[in-house]
């Protein structure tokens, strides 16, 4: 069952990646160089096996990761690196993250995938967003 920590720690790694990335282009984007871009870490876990230690510490790391996303999300928002092109609503809504409910492996890695596609999905989107905004 170490995959599944291996696999949520490297799975949110990847997605603290972009949004690092993704601060500093709203940086450059914006010549905001007073905004400083955050150091995103996930939680270790020095567990064995699985068990509820595991997945109330899976459900945290969660949780921060749709922090953090959000957070990102909002400064977006309020610097207009938005959708102009959208009918309605331009502003970009938060992330939210799903959890397991069960332990099951497949049903945790399915949901699992889907919260972290559509995380990348929604930070490439922001990133569109910014370069559109950069006139790249």
Known sequence: MMD???YVTSSITAV???????YQLEIEVNDDYELSVPTLAVEECHET???RNVRLWMF???KCMAHDINNLVTLYNKQQLIDWDADGEPLTPPYSV?????L???EINTVLDDDFK???ELLGQLERY???MKGD
């Open 60 to 62: 945290r790391v969660l």
């Open 118 to 120: 559509r995380a990348l």
């Open 4 to 6: 599944l920590i291996g």
């Open 16 to 22: 603290y990646q972009k949004i690092a990335y993704l």
């Open 98 to 102: 799903v959890m397991p409910t069960s």
């Open 104 to 106: 099951t492996f497949s």
């Open 49 to 51: 096996a699985l068990n």
């Open 130 to 132: 910014a370069n559109d």
